[in-house]
């Protein structure tokens, strides 16, 4: 047993090596090609087509083995599995044409009795018992221990092919997936462009299926592209990135199952693929939850800062001759909790923004908290200023607005807001407080 | 006279054998500003794709400077309706503003330092070159319909069709727009837009189609822009036309 296990972690078997570089080529075609297919939201095309090859696989079997051929060889059963995968489809797109039943529907009957018939012609198959029928249940949930050679090199050269096809129409096919009817407009030959990744999806698909197992294709073509999605916002490191996905998935998922033949690869692999979608979920650097959260709480922390700041110049400002502010007294200037007031004051005091006294209930800002104060508070009455020349807003309500809009403002809006109102500021270059009364002006 | 931009004649479109537009007949001279007014499901943005040969016509004509519009293709600019894409699709501005050249970049080849700086201009002249970087959803309404102008602007097309580019944006915005279809028109081109807003007709356009189905009334804004063919299009019901096409869809759905 460990001795196997060697071998094969070794990669010193040549048969098993084949078979998982195969397999992991098809992983990173099914991931560049499930983007695709996801943005042009066709993803539940290839389950279809994959549950709808079953019937294929065993008639092949049953037509091969009647005419005196070798029932199981690969491209024979893939022939087979193509034809009735695709019969299939039309049958969807038929359904779909002719009667009033929606896409979900007509996916749903097809998928279902072209599985059930699969299903059924694979039981006569084993029952007939003839030359050998045993290793066709391997395309329900796949297994690589079954694989020769050749059907390796089968699966990656035709995976290969399907990659080219995507990188040299990358464009065309982006902007297929992106605006159809401006594609139709520049004279793009939207039908063909569609066949065309159509079946590149069918191909995958296909030559999946011994790998991965018809039930769980599709999770090849799906996952990899949906957890990528989770680290970027462009398409080609999104491509590249769900390519690299599923290739580490069929590797590690056909690698498992050859160490341990009894289970199926397909599985492995799904769950392989599984828990990468799990990690970028979690900590995807563009759409991530714990980055979103993150994200959120930075901005929440942020706005509590500039809060706190802004009370405090504008208690300064009013009058210039206090030292410090007690706690009391900022705890009354807005909703804030003793606790989170207290959380603030701390941070502001890391910060170096501000100096409190010995008992820590008296707070003054120090220079650099004052300048950092003055540019916060300018910028929020730029922006109130702003609503109020510009905006038709009633100034009573113009803080709240303000509140919830200047958090975000970046600078280049803060310069246009300057020039928007250079009258108003004056010399100060520092508008009054819109709330004050008139005071100062 | 000028010449002929855009002539339609005799134009029918039908979804699923239930007529949207009968018998549309126009011509758009060159270098006009053309605005299409309609209510909804007036078959307005139907019009445009047909011209486009996007969908199917049940009969009718359509010449783009003097030619069937898969010869003419690369003189016209479209800019379809916002809503009908996905703006989560992970493209940045610039990115959608290059699909306007891949025509000229040409088939399989790669986009090349040239293209992007066309398109880094045409997106300066809708006035968010600072944008370029920018994932698409993370741009405001104003700025996403900018963006599709500048994939129409950036083909240097001389007929531009435009669906609703008005529509739902803001005033700084709608400013921008109807300033380029000013300059747009100065340099000699021509452009039909699909426009909601009757009251702003007569300062953006010089020139309308009244429709509703079929054409209530095309000419210059002055002539044809008044109250009686508003009515007309938007006031009373098409009643025979309407109970034409509903007897064709039940017949339909009996069938």
New interface residues.
């Given amino acids: 047993m460990s001795e196997h296990l060697w071998r094969v972690l070794s990669l010193q078997d040549h048969n098993t090596r084949v078979v998982i570089f195969g397999t992991a080529i098809l992983g990173f075609a099914a991931g560049l090609v499930g983007c695709l297919t996801l943005l042009r939201r066709r993803a539940l095309v290839g389950d279809a087509l994959a549950h709808a090859a079953l019937p294929g696989i065993a008639g092949a079997f049953l037509v091969a083995t009647a005419l005196g051929y070798d029932g199981k060889s690969l491209p024979l059963l893939l022939a087979g599995a193509t034809v009735s995968g695709l019969f299939g489809i039309v049958s969807i797109l038929l359904i779909r044409r002719m009667t009033r039943i929606k896409e979900d529907a007509a996916l749903g009957i097809v998928l279902s009795v072209f599985f059930g018939l699969g299903v059924a012609m694979l039981g006569i198959v084993t029952q007939m018992n003839r030359g050998n029928a045993a290793g066709l249940e391997s395309f329900i949930y796949g297994k690589t221990a079954t694989m020769t050679e050749s059907d390796a090199r089968l699966i990656a050269t035709a995976s290969a092919l399907c990659v080219l096809v995507c990188i040299a129409l990358l464009k065309e096919l982006k902007l297929l997936c992106f605006d159809e009817a401006f594609a139709g407009a520049r004279g793009y030959p939207v039908v063909l462009l569609d066949i065309v990744l159509m079946s590149v999806v069918v191909v995958v698909t296909i030559v999946g299926l011994q790998a991965v197992g018809l039930v769980l294709v599709i999770a090849l073509l799906v996952i990899p592209a949906a957890s990528a999605r989770f680290w970027t916002d462009r398409l080609v490191v999104m491509m590249v990135i769900a390519s690299l996905l599923g290739m580490t998935g069929s590797f590690v998922g056909a690698a498992v199952s050859a160490m341990l033949p009894r289970l199926p690869s397909g599985a492995m692999i799904v769950l392989a693929a599984g828990l990468g979608f799990l990690v970028s979920f979690l900590i995807g650097t563009q759409r991530g939850v714990l980055v979103r959260f993150w994200r959120r709480r930075q901005l929440n922390e942020s706005i509590d800062h500039q809060h706190l700041l802004r009370e405090l110049y504008e208690i300064f400002e009013h009058d210039p001759d206090r030292v410090s502010v007690p706690y009391e007294e900022l705890l009354e200037r807005r909703s804030w909790s003793r606790k989170r007031l207290r959380r603030m004051l701390e941070q502001a005091s890391r910060n170096g923004w501000i100096t409190e006294n010995v008992s820590k209930m008296e707070f003054a800002l120090t220079d650099r908290g004052e300048t950092e104060a003055k540019r916060l508070t300018r910028r929020h009455r730029l922006w109130e200023l702003y609503l109020i020349r510009y905006a038709d807003i009633a100034p009573q309500r113009v803080d709240r607005d303000a509140d919830a809009i200047e958090h975000v403002l970046e600078p280049e809006i803060v310069a246009e807001l300057e020039t928007l109102l250079d009258k108003e500021l004056g010399k100060t270059r520092m508008p009054d407080d819109p709330h004050a009364g008139g005071v100062g002006s | 006279m000028d010449p002929i931009a855009l002539s339609v004649d005799d134009l029918t479109v039908a979804y699923h054998r239930k007529p949207v537009i009968w018998d549309v007949e126009f011509d758009i001279p060159q270098g006009k500003l053309v605005g299409i007014v309609g209510p909804n499901g007036a078959g307005k943005s139907t019009l445009l794709?047909a011209i486009?040969?996007?969908i199917p016509r049940a009969s009718g004509r359509v010449e783009v400077f003097g030619k069937p519009y898969?010869q003419s293709?690369?003189r016209?600019g479209?800019v379809?309706q916002r809503e009908?894409?996905?703006w989560d699709?992970?493209?940045?501005a610039l990115?959608?503003v290059t699909?306007?050249l891949?025509?000229r970049?040409g088939?399989?080849l790669?986009?090349r330092k040239k293209h992007r700086d066309a398109a880094r201009e045409a997106l300066a002249r809708v006035g968010i070159a600072?944008l370029a970087h920018r994932?698409i959803s993370q741009l405001s309404g104003g700025q996403q319909q900018r963006t599709f102008l500048a994939?129409a602007l950036v083909q240097d097309a001389d007929l531009y069709?435009m669906d609703e580019p008005l529509a739902a944006v803001d005033a700084a915005t709608e400013a921008a727009i109807v300033e380029l279809l000013k300059q747009m028109q100065a340099d000699g081109k021509t452009a039909v837009v699909i426009h909601h807003d009757l009251q702003s007709v007569p300062d953006y356009f010089d020139h309308v189609v009244l429709l509703n189905m079929r054409v209530v009334a095309t000419g210059r804004t002055q002539d044809v822009f008044t109250n009686e063919n508003l009515q007309k299009t938007y006031g009373g019901r098409l009643t025979l036309l309407d109970e034409a096409t509903e007897a064709m869809r039940r017949r339909e759905r009996g069938i």
Avoid: A, E
């Fill in positions: 794709k486009m040969d996007l898969h293709l690369h016209v479209y379809p009908s894409v996905d699709f992970p493209v940045d990115d959608v699909m306007g891949y025509r970049v088939w399989c790669p986009i600072d994932q994939r069709l």
